[in-house]
């Protein structure tokens, strides 16, 4: 008899743990998790803003190398008759120079121009605008120079890229061109010169109405 009664109390004990061990399991499940918060910062870090970079200045001449003192900077520039002219850039390279011969070869400017005594291949960059109500043009129809390049005193002498002479308004290397009122060109012209410079000047002519302008002025003016 006491045997039962104790293998009673046995198997309800153990009835009773399963049940509460079950209880504990579903209740472990329903339980919802507390999330740990994550500590805020106390200052949230500013970007970093980079410089603008400079842009680098445009080289427009290198007179400097001949110790000249301009009294204007590039760009200049001159009108005459409705004839806009800027001059952007001046530059006199050695003519035996590699800057010298890749340009003559490039346009095919005549070897014969640049020998002794040609001592400075003269590269320079333009602007040209027709201001006025007339077409201007250095072509067959009218071959007077509408401007010159003057270094002491002299007019430099611009021969023909012989690839591009026959080519109208050509942007590279130019020759004949048109320009209608209003219309405006950018192009590239080449000069040869026998000795250092010293005084340099625009000169633009055009139906009668002429202007100069010095870029580098004779000493003590």
């Known amino acids: 008899m006491k045997k039962r009664i104790v293998k009673a109390t046995l198997v309800a004990a153990m009835l009773f743990s399963v049940v509460l061990g079950q209880g504990v399991f579903a209740n472990a499940e329903t339980v919802t998790p507390v999330v740990t918060a994550k500590p805020t910062a106390s200052a949230i870090p500013t970007a970093t803003v980079k410089p603008t970079a ?3 200045p445009i080289m427009r001449d290198n007179l400097s190398k001949f ?12 009108s005459a008759g409705g004839l ?5 850039k001046l530059m006199f390279y050695d003519v035996k120079s590699k800057e010298a011969q890749s340009l003559m070869k490039m346009y095919d400017y005549s070897e014969n121009i640049y020998k002794t005594p040609t001592k400075y291949m003269v590269w320079t960059k333009l602007t040209i605008e027709n201001k006025g109500s007339k077409v201007i043009q250095v072509s067959a129809v009218d071959l007077s120079a509408k401007w010159n390049l003057k ?4 007019n430099l002498l611009a021969p023909a890229p012989g690839n591009k002479m026959l080519e109208l308004n050509n942007k590279e290397a130019l020759w004949n061109w048109v320009l209608k009122p209003g219309e405006k060109l950018s192009s590239y012209q ?3 010169y ?9 000169y633009v002519n055009l139906g009668g109405d002429f202007e100069e302008k010095y870029i580098v002025k004779r000493p003590g003016e």
């Open 84 to 88: 806009k002219y800027t001059l952007e």
């Open 190 to 192: 080449m000069y040869g």
């Open 54 to 56: 400079t842009p680098a």
């Open 194 to 202: 026998i000795k250092d410079p010293s005084v340099i000047s625009i």
């Open 67 to 78: 110790g000249l003192k301009k009294d204007v900077d590039l760009p200049l520039t001159i």
């Open 151 to 154: 270094v002491d005193g002299y």
